[in-house]
């Protein structure tokens, strides 16, 4: 059973629910049912929540995989951390603008990192149990 890495989903979880709502809150408000009604704030909290969707979902299928392939709990856990302080780091510089800032630049960063990282030790363990007789 992947401990750790159902630990980080429930996390992200969470977090998804805390993205998902400031949207729906405000589509509500304004009255608009589906996209962003032209509305620049709108757009902005939609994307902060599809940004989560694109990349996290991959990043815990890698991180469970790993952890059900052997890999030390450890590893998968400051993975799943960084990844966690990646989503927040990223959510809250894209909250407070459209344009560059630190969170939003090191959230992706730290994103690309564990999705990069978990990759490339995805490949390289299965090469390894693919070769051992």
Not at 100 to 114: N, P
């Amino acid at each position: 059973m992947p401990v750790v890495t159902l630990l980080v989903a429930g996390l992200h979880g969470l977090l998804l629910l805390s993205l998902s709502l400031p949207v729906v809150l405000m589509r509500r408000g304004r009255r608009v049912g589906l996209g962003d009604g032209g509305d620049p704030q709108l757009l902005r909290r939609i994307r902060i929540h599809a940004n989560f969707i694109e990349n996290v979902p991959f990043a815990l299928i890698v991180l469970a995989l790993l952890e059900l392939s052997g890999l030390e709990r450890s590893w998968v856990a400051v993975l799943g951390g960084m990844l966690l302080i990646a989503r927040l780091l990223h959510a809250l510089g894209l909250s407070r603008s459209s344009g560059y800032s630190f969170g939003r630049f090191t959230g992706t960063v730290l994103t690309w990192t564990v999705i990069g990282t978990g990759s490339i030790l995805a490949i390289v363990r299965s090469i390894a149990m693919l070769t051992v007789h």
